[in-house]
């Protein structure tokens, strides 16, 4: 496998290692900014000079308590600043400037403080007027302009777009890998051992994770035991998703804040999860709930006189004791109260189940050369967009007539996500393989479903008994 890696993406290859990663660990930098710097400084052996790297971070990807220094170096020195940094950009309809802020920062704590040069933005509106926040080098100066107060204005930016991501490579030369060996190269693309897995199933479980960062609006729950990676596969493979983990969550920070006319998370992103559920509170609990039921059967919001969309698939994520890990009890006792009706858990499509995947071991972090995963992260991020998988999936499978439609679409959106992120060469029928299909598609996707179905019958009668229809694929059968 390793041999077809460095002949096909070569030029996306870095070396992991676990002393790696635990030095950039103690830098506090997400996984795709890892692998970047890695790509950057490491030699052809994909060894790095560590002292490089750190003085390298320093200077370029500030910690939050550097911020006050940068504010002095550009209030009382005059100097201009230039670092790597999360940014979002908003225009003001009634000043038709452009503002800024750094979410990491927590600047600026009054909006109109921090303003994009037009030049600026109109050189990079692409990558600046996005409704998600998005990465890139920022070169900020503080002066005044016609009169005006001082503020801190934005002069130059450049993207973080450091590697050309071509999808329909990618897609072409999954051809040339077994469904065994394209398992593995995912899961050393974000940071897994393979063979610290015992089976396919354990492997297979640990992808699923991965379904909302491929397709719009795939609704998960699951529960698992401690020390399995949950927090950091959804706060650390992409820049694109959201992690809340514990707290309070509002109406407003999901979906629209009404005082400051915002869109919430689910407008911005491609999924958001809620770590440690049982441990969230939510303030306002009809409120939200009603909300939630309408966003997660439709997309859609209303929020008063707003009303808003979003494509983000919600991921509720949780720890479970042992004697809950049984599918004929009720496991979702202990999930905060606004997910004990049936009516809202019946718009969740799948279940994981989190105790199939091994808690996390030395021998389970990535030991050689694999894929970089901001390069899969941008991946998964453009599959989303590609509609041709969900078309074939319609074509193929045979669905009995009065099956239940939530449970049809659940199944036939679980399998589309499977599709693009074990097949992604798919663009048509022809290309399928139907017992490879059944094996890591169908099968998972209808037992996924099962789970949520099986619960809603211990919690709600009116679901007892009722299973999930009985869909096959068409092309076995002729």
């Known amino acids: 496998m390793q041999e077809k890696l460095k002949e096909y993406f070569s030029d996306m290859l870095v070396y992991k290692s676990p002393g790696q990663s635990k030095f950039f660990s103690a830098l506090s930098l997400p996984s795709f900014l890892r692998d970047w710097l890695v790509m950057k400084f490491a030699d052809k052996d994909g060894h790095i000079d560590k002292d490089e790297v750190s003085q390298f971070v320093k200077i370029n990807i500030p910690r939050k308590e550097q911020w006050e220094q940068l504010k002095y170096a550009m209030t009382h020195e005059g ?14 309809i009634s000043t038709r400037e452009a503002y800024f802020s750094l979410p990491d ?11 994009v040069e037009n030049d600026v933005l109109n050189a990079h509106q692409k990558y600046l007027l996005t409704p998600n926040e998005t990465w890139g080098i920022v ?8 009169g005006d107060r001082s503020r801190i204005h934005m002069v130059d930016f450049k993207p973080f777009c450091p590697y050309r991501v071509e999808l329909d490579y990618f897609q072409e030369v999954r051809r040339y890998f077994t469904i065994e060996e394209w ?16 089976n396919k199933t354990q492997k297979t479980t640990m992808l699923s994770r991965l379904l909302p960062f491929v ?9 698992a035991p401690k020390g399995t990676g949950k927090s950091y596969l959804f706060s650390q493979i992409s820049k694109y998703g959201w992690l809340v983990s514990g707290g309070s969550i509002t109406r407003a920070r999901l979906f629209y804040d009404i005082n400051k006319r915002m869109n919430g998370l689910v407008s911005h992103y491609d999924y958001v999860a809620l770590d440690e559920i049982q441990s969230i509170n939510f303030p306002n609990q009809e409120e939200i709930q009603g909300a939630l039921k309408g966003y997660l059967e439709s997309g859609e919001f209303r929020i008063g006189d707003h009303k808003g969309i979003g494509e983000a ?18 496991m979702f006792r202990e999930l905060p109260r606004i997910f004990h009706e049936s009516a809202l858990l019946d718009r969740f499509h799948g279940f994981i189940k989190g105790w199939d995947v091994p808690r996390m071991k030395e021998n389970m972090k990535a030991n050689g050369w694999a894929l970089n995963v901001e390069y899969l992260s941008e991946i998964m991020h453009l599959l989303r967009d590609d509609i041709v998988y969900r078309a074939v999936v319609d ?7 009065g099956a239940d439609t939530r449970d049809t679409e659940a199944i036939k959106r679980i399998c589309t996500g499977f599709l693009k992120l074990f097949f992604p060469h798919v663009r048509d029928v022809k290309d399928i393989n139907a017992t490879e299909f059944v094996e890591f598609c169908l099968n998972p996707a209808s037992s996924m479903r099962a789970v949520i179905k099986k619960q809603l019958g211990i919690i709600d009668r009116e679901f007892s008994g009722k299973d999930i229809p009985d869909i096959t694929c068409k092309l076995l059968s002729q």
């Open 395 to 401: 074509e193929i499978l045979r669905v009995p007539k």
């Open 79 to 92: 100097q201009t600043v230039r670092f790597l940094s999360k940014i979002r950009v908003e225009i003001d």
């Open 313 to 330: 698939g919600f991921v509720l994520l949780g720890n479970i004791d042992e004697s809950l890990m049984n599918v004929e009890v009720n």
């Open 183 to 198: 398992l593995d190269v995912i899961l050393a693309a974000i940071d897994y051992n393979p063979a610290g897995f015992l």
């Open 215 to 223: 397709e719009k609006r795939l609704n998960l729950i699951e529960l």
């Open 139 to 146: 070169e900020l100066a503080c002066f005044s302009a016609d």
């Open 105 to 115: 920062f927590g600047f600026p704590q009054r909006k109109k403080e921090a303003v």
